[in-house]
């Protein structure tokens, strides 16, 4: 069944296909069951470039950042999903959520290094299970979405609902305006 999410691309159900995902994404699937995945050129997977590239609105697509913020001395992690026509709230909905003083987007480097997948392709699936996963509400009011899927070379579309249910997941309004 098409969706509006999935644009011009063929997909096929993610589990068919783990050598389109990072690792730790492949072995997270189990609970996203509507993932299907789609290989794509890696120049065109920023948001934007990919949308227009694939004919997916950006209203069925997510971008998930990972963010950090300390408090005592302590840093907590954790990834912020909105959808791509919106910008989250990060200084004040996600930095009064983690409960720090001080919050910023966690630098390129460290966020590959954390999650195990490339720059440019960090989703939610897979990632640490310890870290708040803050899902935008307007996210899963979208239905279907394109999220990354790990890596550059390709992109998951799964059921906004699906998201909700990743371990830690927590759904606020966290979009700015």
């Not at 971008?63 to 026509?85: D, F, I, M």
């Not at 966020?111 to 490339?118: D, I, K, Q, R, Y």
């Not at 990354?148 to 759904?171: E, I, N, W, Y």
Request: charged share 20%; hydrophobic share 50%; proline share 7%.
């Amino acid at each position: 069944m098409s969706t509006p999410a999935d644009g011009n691309l063929s997909w096929t159900p993610a589990g068919e296909r783990p050598d389109l995902l990072a690792e730790p994404v492949a072995a997270g699937l189990a609970i996203v069951p509507s993932a299907r995945v789609a290989e794509i050129d890696p120049d065109l997977a920023d948001t934007a470039a990919f949308c227009e590239a694939y004919d997916s609105p950006p209203s069925h697509s997510a971008n998930c950042v990972v963010v950090a913020g300390k408090r005592a001395g302590e840093v907590r992690h954790a990834a912020v999903l909105v959808l791509a026509t919106d910008r989250a709230d990060i200084n004040g909905v996600v930095r009064r959520h983690l409960d720090v003083r001080k919050i910023s987007f966690a630098p390129m480097e460290q966020a590959v290094e954390l999650t195990g997948m490339e720059y440019g392709g960090i989703t939610p699936v897979g990632l640490p299970e310890d870290w708040p996963v803050l899902v935008d509400a307007r996210v899963l009011a979208a239905g279907d979405v394109v999220i990354g899927s790990g890596v550059r070379t390709s992109k998951l579309v799964v059921a906004a609902a699906d998201l909700a249910a990743l371990p830690g997941a927590v759904v606020l309004d966290l979009t700015l305006g």
